[in-house]
């Protein structure tokens, strides 16, 4: 990283499209560097702080750097990444960092704290549950918790769900599961980059070996988590997976993402069974038996009234399910269901058998 040590007070100026315009910045005290490449870009600013260092028995004020990286990682190698960001991380106390980056080496970097953000910075879902689903990945690997580890047992099926609603049904059904670390949810309503690095952090650190999307074959979000994590999970023979339901026209190798990992698909398209097939193979590896449900809905309406002012659509549907209600009654209450709830319950169904069935683990 160059470091220019000529300030010029006043004025900083930032390239936001690979040096070929500046951009003056007149808001802090002192800083005058420049720097740009066609695939990163980087602004030095050197200032005074309030923080005071202890001389002998005097103080003095202290020079801070502050380096704004706008995704360092771009047009760099793969060998060469980690070097960089490692290098970062190693920077003195006098330097702080701050970056974007959709690299998931960060995430491996104890010495890097992690704020995930939505595009717009402020997107409630990314700035808390994100990190909260990260640190809960991270706590179940700890050896001295009460939850087992993710390592200790079956690997666990990480699921793709692209609606709030149907992803807090289907943690209802699954809460045993999910509270074990056998099962991890993901909305892939949040932003993409976040998704795709908690999917690699998620394959990085523990054994994950399928990940199943529901009714977003085509979902931008999706799509980036599958091209991001490929690589990964190609080189340590992890087997990704994803359910589509009444979505599978013709052959189905056509809806291979990544023939070179293998794929579940899991077809609803007959009525009578959940077919299961993997690794290009038309063989069916698994049947479930479709139950008899709840046809009829009403509205969304009828869970916000019932409900307690400001509780989560997870606390909502989980006392519903605690009620003396049936589940067919609490499934009625979901009018805004993106997926149909009969084919919600045949998904934890065909979840809760991945977890147990003695093929999952394909090693």
């Given at each position: 990283?160059?470091?220019?040590?000529?300030?010029?007070?006043?004025?900083?100026?930032?390239?936001?499209?690979?040096?070929?315009?500046?951009?003056?910045y007149h808001a802090l005290s002192?800083?005058?560097?420049?720097?740009?490449?066609?695939?990163?870009?980087?602004?030095?600013?050197?200032?005074?702080?309030?923080?005071?260092?202890?001389?002998?028995?005097?103080?003095?004020?202290?020079?801070?750097?502050?380096?704004?990286?706008?995704?360092?990682?771009?047009?760099?190698?793969?060998?060469?990444?980690?070097?960089?960001?490692?290098?970062?991380?190693?920077?003195?106390?006098?330097?702080?960092?701050?970056?974007?980056?959709?690299?998931?080496?960060?995430?491996?970097?104890?010495?890097?704290?992690?704020?995930?953000?939505?595009?717009?910075?402020?997107?409630?879902?990314?700035?808390?549950?994100?990190?909260?689903?990260?640190?809960?990945?991270?706590?179940?690997?700890?050896p001295n918790v009460s939850h087992?580890?993710?390592?200790?047992?079956?690997?666990?099926?990480?699921?793709?769900?692209?609606?709030?609603?149907?992803?807090?049904?289907?943690?209802?059904?699954?809460?045993?599961?999910?509270?074990?670390?056998?099962?991890?949810?993901?909305?892939?309503?949040?932003?993409?980059?976040?998704?795709?690095?908690?999917?690699?952090?998620?394959?990085?650190?523990?054994?994950?070996?399928?990940?199943?999307?529901?009714?977003?074959?085509?979902?931008?979000?999706?799509?980036?988590?599958?091209?991001?994590?490929?690589?990964?999970?190609?080189?340590?023979?992890?087997?990704?997976?994803?359910?589509?339901?009444?979505?599978?026209?013709?052959?189905?190798?056509?809806?291979?993402?990544?023939?070179?990992?293998?794929?579940?698909?899991?077809?609803?398209?007959?009525?009578?069974?959940?077919?299961?097939?993997?690794?290009?193979?038309?063989?069916?590896?698994?049947?479930?038996?479709?139950?008899?449900?709840?046809?009829?809905?009403?509205?969304?309406?009828?869970?916000?009234?019932?409900?307690?002012?400001?509780?989560?659509?997870?606390?909502?549907?989980?006392?519903?399910?605690?009620?003396?209600?049936?589940?067919?009654?609490?499934?009625?209450?979901?009018?805004?269901?993106s997926t149909p709830p009969d084919?919600?319950?045949?998904?934890?169904?065909?979840?809760?058998?991945?977890?147990?069935?003695?093929?999952?683990?394909?090693?």
């Amino acid at each position: 990283v160059p470091v220019w040590p000529h300030a010029q007070p006043f004025t900083w100026e930032a390239s936001f499209d690979g040096g070929e315009r500046w951009l003056p910045y007149h808001a802090l005290s002192a800083g005058h560097c420049r720097w740009a490449a066609t695939s990163t870009r980087l602004a030095i600013v050197q200032f005074w702080t309030e923080i005071v260092e202890t001389l002998n028995e005097g103080f003095m004020p202290l020079w801070h750097t502050l380096l704004l990286i706008d995704e360092p990682e771009r047009g760099l190698p793969p060998s060469i990444e980690n070097r960089v960001f490692d290098g970062l991380s190693q920077l003195p106390q006098s330097v702080s960092v701050i970056m974007s980056t959709h690299s998931t080496v960060p995430l491996t970097n104890p010495n890097f704290e992690i704020w995930f953000c939505g595009a717009d910075g402020t997107t409630p879902s990314s700035l808390t549950q994100v990190p909260w689903r990260v640190r809960q990945m991270t706590t179940l690997r700890t050896p001295n918790v009460s939850h087992p580890s993710i390592d200790s047992g079956p690997a666990p099926v990480v699921l793709f769900i692209d609606n709030e609603i149907d992803e807090a049904v289907i943690q209802v059904f699954l809460e045993d599961l999910c509270r074990a670390g056998r099962v991890v949810l993901i909305n892939v309503n949040d932003s993409t980059q976040n998704c795709s690095a908690l999917t690699s952090y998620i394959l990085h650190f523990s054994r994950a070996r399928i990940c199943v999307t529901l009714k977003n074959d085509a979902h931008p979000a999706a799509v980036k988590m599958w091209k991001s994590t490929a690589l990964e999970t190609e080189s340590r023979g992890s087997f990704f997976g994803k359910t589509l339901f009444r979505e599978i026209t013709g052959d189905l190798n056509d809806v291979s993402l990544f023939a070179h990992v293998g794929d579940v698909v899991v077809s609803a398209g007959e009525p009578e069974r959940l077919l299961v097939t993997g690794w290009g193979r038309p063989s069916v590896l698994h049947d479930l038996p479709v139950s008899d449900f709840l046809t009829q809905f009403s509205s969304w309406a009828d869970v916000e009234e019932s409900g307690i002012p400001g509780e989560s659509i997870y606390e909502t549907v989980s006392r519903l399910r605690d009620s003396p209600l049936t589940v067919n009654d609490v499934l009625a209450s979901l009018g805004r269901l993106s997926t149909p709830p009969d084919d919600l319950l045949r998904l934890a169904d065909f979840v809760r058998s991945l977890v147990v069935a003695p093929w999952f683990d394909l090693e």
